[in-house]
């Protein structure tokens, strides 16, 4: 297929931002579908959070849209402007993905952590009795952790800037899946399987050296980092360099790819 065409049969996703210029999963988003031989395109649109809500019913009328993404900062302003979530969307408290139904309804999803699980099962890792320690319960975070407790994880502690959202979200986790200990703790990787980086921290080449001592790395630890630019953040370097296994923030948008084609009924 053509990836310049887009006409009157192309299905449409928009991916709501502000700022827009860093987005770069439009792309990712537009390739998977057209490789699967869909005539689809995914633009970025630059929404403010005052005109977030006329986004939104606008969406609604718009026929050839299958739906949109959403990221920062519309990830949880835009709950109560929808008509439906998922569970998990609810359980988590933000929507990345939005299926826009044939009548105008609006549903959302998160497949944020979904996506890191399964980009991480088809890089061969398997996180099932994986002791992992996250750093960050921003949006991301907080899909990341329900993912992982999902999936298995022996044990997961959470470590935040701001402590109180670590721990209302251990919290969380915890309720939902009672088997899966869950709890807030320092930033220190001594002793753990996984190590992830689910902040913001060393995006567009940051300095990161202070989220944990990177001299407490070891070999035997799987470190991922959900930055995608730079591929190569100041942890995964830290990481690389000591043998450990590491895993990108791309591979991560590339578990959401499939994810997104189920849910928008593509
Ligand atoms: N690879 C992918 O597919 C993918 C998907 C989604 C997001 N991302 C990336 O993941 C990152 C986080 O996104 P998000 O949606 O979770 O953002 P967010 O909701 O704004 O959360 C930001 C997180 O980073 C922490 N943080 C920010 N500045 C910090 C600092 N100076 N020191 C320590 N912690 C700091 C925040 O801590 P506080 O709570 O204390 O503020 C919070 O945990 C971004 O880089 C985003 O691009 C990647």
């Known amino acids: 297929m053509d990836a310049r065409r887009i006409t009157g ?23 998977f579908m057209r490789a699967a031989g869909h005539d689809f395109v995914c633009v970025p649109v630059h929404v403010g959070p005052r005109d977030l809500a006329g986004a939104i019913q606008a969406l609604r009328g718009y026929r050839n849209c299958v739906g949109s993404g959403v990221t920062i900062p519309h990830k949880i302003p835009v709950l109560p402007l929808l008509d439906e979530l998922t569970d998990r969307a609810r359980a988590i408290g933000s929507v990345n993905c939005i299926r826009r139904n044939p009548d105008g309804r609006l549903i959302g999803d998160n497949v944020d952590g979904a996506g890191f699980v399964r980009g991480a099962l088809e890089a061969g890792v398997e996180l099932a009795g994986l002791r992992v320690l996250l750093l960050g319960a921003g949006g991301a975070g907080r899909s990341l952790a ?121």
């Open 146 to 266: 329900f993912a992982l407790a999902e999936a298995g994880a022996a044990e997961l502690v959470i470590c935040n800037r701001d402590p109180a959202k670590a721990a209302g979200l251990a919290d969380a986790v915890g309720a939902t899946y009672p088997s899966v200990p869950v709890r807030t703790g320092a930033a220190d990787a001594t002793g753990f399987g996984m190590i992830i980086n689910a902040t913001s921290v060393g995006m567009a080449g940051k300095d990161d050296s202070r989220l944990l001592d990177f001299a407490k790395l070891s070999a035997d630890m799987i470190v991922a980092d959900i930055v995608m630019k730079p591929e190569r953040t100041g942890l995964l370097q830290a990481a690389e360099a000591k043998g450990c296994r590491v895993l990108f923030g791309r591979q991560m948008m590339d578990g959401q790819l499939a994810l997104m084609r189920d849910f928008l009924g593509l």
């Open 9 to 31: 049969q192309t299905k449409i996703m928009l991916l709501l931002a502000d700022p827009v210029s860093h987005v770069v999963g439009t792309e990712a988003i537009t390739a």
